[in-house]
């Protein structure tokens, strides 16, 4: 006999994900809809255009910084840490700061890439510096 918590979180799970695959679906037809009103305009202007030279924008996803406010975060932690940090180690600290770790759709591995684009942007400044690997993973300092 099957345990009943067992069947009861993987009935809560496939209700949730059922959801969001309806969610999904009428997001994906309501933008299939705007896509055709918009092309119906484009040939009210010009039936000759070729819609298929349109070439589609890659969706940018939310954004984990304000202008500048990755830069400052990283100097901050950097500044109080007693010795060279990851990216990782980095990376998770921000995470921490502004609270968004435990947020179930947090991508570590994409913020660690976003946080490293701009540790190497402070590099570049002159503000930190590259002082070793541990692993596969810089190890940064703020720049003496």
């Known amino acids: 006999m099957a345990e009943t918590h ?14 969001e695959i309806r969610h999904y679906e009428k997001l994906l ?3 299939k809809l705007n896509l055709q009103s918009i092309d119906h305009t484009i040939h ?7 819609l298929r030279t349109i070439r589609a924008k890659r969706v940018s996803s939310e954004r ?11 100097l901050d932690v950097l500044r109080t840490a007693t010795e060279p ?5 980095v990376s998770k600290c921000i995470a921490f700061k502004k609270c968004i770790d435990k947020d ?10 976003v946080v490293l684009v701009s540790l190497t942007r402070c590099e570049g400044s002159n503000l930190i510096e590259r002082v070793g690997k541990d692993g596969l993973s810089i190890l940064w300092q703020i720049k003496s």
Do not use: C, H, P, Q
């Open 104 to 113: 179930k759709d947090f991508d570590l591995e994409r913020f660690s890439k």
């Open 29 to 31: 037809k309501k933008s």
């Open 6 to 19: 067992v069947l009861s979180a993987l009935t809560n799970k496939r209700a949730e994900v059922s959801g």
């Open 44 to 50: 009210i202007f010009d039936e000759t255009y070729d």
């Open 85 to 89: 940090m990851s990216t990782t180690s």
């Open 64 to 74: 984990y910084f304000k202008n500048g406010e990755a830069k400052t975060m990283i």
